[in-house]
């Protein structure tokens, strides 16, 4: 019996909480690969160069693997690399910042380029309550950039909105799949 | 101020003593170009960002190894041979050595080491 | 008492609130808000552009009554777009909620077995313009699989079920809900042919951890 490799990729800008979300599904035991920040105009002590990776054993053999990717613009060489053979991606944006300093759309387009067909869910992270009237700006921005992607907010840091993300995101892969009969 | 020049000779020094030296360029740990010198320098930007990508992931291997940090890289290809160094200090920084096939590694690694010690001696001032 | 009605009034309720809430992108110009009315009274006040539905009764009372109203083959309600200025010199509000999700709601519990929500048939086909507000779909894993497949294509309530391997009901409802919203629009044409989905595929791989992991 074959065993197989199953790729998810977490995209997004800087800040977002894509390391923290890979820790967070893989219990504590993903590899980073980060480095000091020496970019005084951004918040974050650290910053991941490679990547993040983490594993999940699924039943049966088979092995869910989670990348998370660098967020800064002079690392998206790398994004390509990761997307190549992804079978979905959860793309992070973070909700406390306005919509046009987080480059969000970079991450998309890049999602466009390489994996058009490419399964995504949009989670939105250090937004507060969820019951909020959340976030009305990003609710406009996702109208216009990003209509036919599922939404939902995260809390990268709990695993039960993560898992969520991750259901989510299985049912856009299914969905897929199986609408594709006649393309 | 000085330690840019310092840099900047160091650079210039290693670049004429070993043959083959297509490009060097000196980068803060999280992908930044802070030096180049060579006559691919001009590609600086991407060189830094991949060689802090590099080096993050050995490191990344050297910690699952328990071998300790991982202080030099070197990648070997058809057309040529890349070294990338850890330069230890307050601010961690990387160098990146291109050579092509001209360039005898073991003679282009010591220069390098070198180099490093070097640059690294400098932010101590 | 209640605002004067616009020449939309002669449509049926429910269309008219499809217009006022499609219309949000398409006619930045319209009126701001809108009352619900039945019996010549105000039942609430819809502010599409921030999302709200103000009650002018305490919240359990007037959702009650518009479900029950809206679960009626000719819902007993009329829609009166107003000015901003209108509202606020007449709004008496008790409770304030989220627009959408509660128009959710409502159309989940106004559903009947017999019929979808008129003018629909039983056999119309709905697709979704965009994903709903995730506060809709937070705690409903059975609509993320409903709006996955009819973001990308049209499908009846047959369909659905046949694809998604769902209950009538669970169908029903989501097309009663996401059509009285307006994220769901009435399409024509036959429908695309669906291939089953992989069983050893990382889907189901994965919803059996989920299983193991609940245990």
Redesign the interface.
Known sequence: MTVRE?KIVVMGPLGAGKSTLVQTLTQGKA?????????PSVGKEY?????DYGD?D???G?R?RLYGS?G?E??S??WPILLAGA?GAIVLVDGSKCVNATLAGQHLQAIAEHAPTLPVVIGITKCGR??D??L?HW?AW??VHA???????LDPRDMNQA??A???L?????????????E | MNNSLHAAAALDALARDVSGIQAIVVA?????ALAQAGPKGNVA??L???T??????A??LG??LRFGELDTLILEAAGGKVLMLAIPGT??RLLMTACDHSCVIGNALWHAKQCVRTLADNTNR | MAPTTLPSAALPFVQQLRIHLAGD?AMPRRPAYAAVIHDDATVCWLDA????MMTTAPAPIALTLLQKLLAEEHPALSLAPVSQELFEQRAIVSSNL?LRPSLWNIGLAATRLDRLMPPLQMDAKLRL???P???I??HR?DH??L???L???GASVQACCE?LDIPQRAAQSFFNAAFLTAYAFPVMGED???????T????N??????I??SA
């Open positions: 199953h590899v980073v690969t980060e480095a000091r920040n020496t970019d910053t991941t160069v490679a990547m999940i699924l039943p049966g088979d869910l660098p800064q002079r690392f060489y790398i079978e969820a019951d009237p959340v009305p609710q996702l109208g209509p036919h992607l599922p939404a939902l907010p898992i969520t991750m259901d989510l299985m049912s856009q892969i299914e969905c897929n799949a199986m609408a594709t009969a006649d | 803060s740990a999280d992908g930044f930007d991407r830094a960002a991949m802090s990508s590099m080096l993050g992931l490191s990344a910690r699952e601010q961690p | 992108i552009k921030n999302d709200r989220p313009r965009r994903w507000d995730f506060r779909l937070a894993p993320f699989r709006c996955a497949l973001i990308k294509q694809i695309a042919p669906v291939r089953p989905s992989p050893d595929g990382l889907v791989l994965w919803r059996q951890l989920r193991r992991w």
